[in-house]
């Protein structure tokens, strides 16, 4: 493959990036094409030496979607890194992707349980509202003690949903950087 082949296909597998940073690492593999040609190699060479440049794109894009997902932490990011890190490796895939799943459910659940536990005493008011004869004064202040539990359970899933995005985030670089040419051990 020669350096325009090369080229062209790493910039089609980075279309996932805006095209100023692009552009960037765009001459940043012309550069090194142009360094690596003056001391004597091939451009066949060099692109056999740097690999395929849809894996180069790959790891570019990982790595890419999980600093914006450090930068934002907004779900739509965290997924958008999660899913470009698992097309680095088959592992990520089979291994992390089902109980990450499940971690996410259980989050989800646990806010759902957290908001229903809360709007509970609207329930108490729309059912005196619908059946009068049937309001008990128990059922109110039932509800209301499970609008407390409700308000508890919200703040503690405040700080596991800041716990897991955190986990998410450092798995994320974690993985990226073994990708990248593994841990180094000092």
Known sequence: MNKHIFLQQL????KGIPAVER?????DYEEHFMFAIEAGKSEEEIAS???????IAKEL????????????????????ATW???????????????PAVGVAGVIVAGWASALALVLSPLLVIVNA???PSTFLLFDLFFSLATCGLGIFLGMGMLYV??????ASISYLKYNVSLVKGGLKHD
């Open 84 to 98: 470009a890190v698992i097309g680095l490796s088959f592992f990520n895939l089979v291994i992390v992707l089902g």
């Open 61 to 80: 894009l990982a790595n890419y979607h999980v600093k914006r997902a450090t930068v934002s932490t907004s779900a739509g990011s965290i997924i958008r």
């Open 23 to 27: 552009a960037d690492v765009i001459h």
């Open 49 to 55: 030496a740097l690999g395929s440049p849809s894996q």
């Open 129 to 131: 509202v619908v059946h």
């Open 161 to 166: 949903s800041k716990l897991g995005k955190n």
């Open 11 to 14: 910039e089609h597998e980075l």
